[in-house]
Nanobody
């Protein structure tokens, strides 16, 4: 089982990045998928989640700027990030699995697996 995240990098404030996470070894279409982030000194937090039906949920801090989507044919989940700010800088992780039934925004909210992170740096 592996989740491979990519697409992070350095971007100026106001810019955009698109993260991708390719899953292998899981029945992708039957897994909720999510993106999470962890900034230095902070706890890991939910950024966005897309359930098996394609319905998305977002953290309030990214609503209207980020879009999560999934491609079941290619076992991939994406996070399009627009109008980035320095507060968005963090290591971004993808995760998947069944819901743990915890309130949205709790971490962890899925059973896993979890991928390695990809660094997003936003310069002001």
């Amino acid at each position: 089982v592996q989740l491979q995240a990519s697409g992070g990098g350095l971007v100026q404030a106001g810019g955009s990045l698109r993260l991708s996470c390719v899953a292998s070894g899981i029945m992708f279409r039957y897994n909720h998928m999510g993106w999470y982030r962890q900034a230095p000194g902070k706890e890991r937090e939910l950024v966005a989640r897309v359930d098996t039906s394609g319905s998305p949920n977002y953290a309030d801090s990214v609503k209207g700027r980020f879009t999560i989507s999934r491609d079941n044919a290619n076992n991939t989940v994406f996070l399009q990030m627009n109008r980035l700010t320095p507060d968005d800088a963090a290591v971004y992780y993808c995760g998947g699995g069944r819901s743990l039934g915890r309130p949205l925004g709790s971490f962890p909210d899925l059973t896993g697996p979890w991928g390695q992170g990809t660094q997003v740096t936003v310069s002001s």
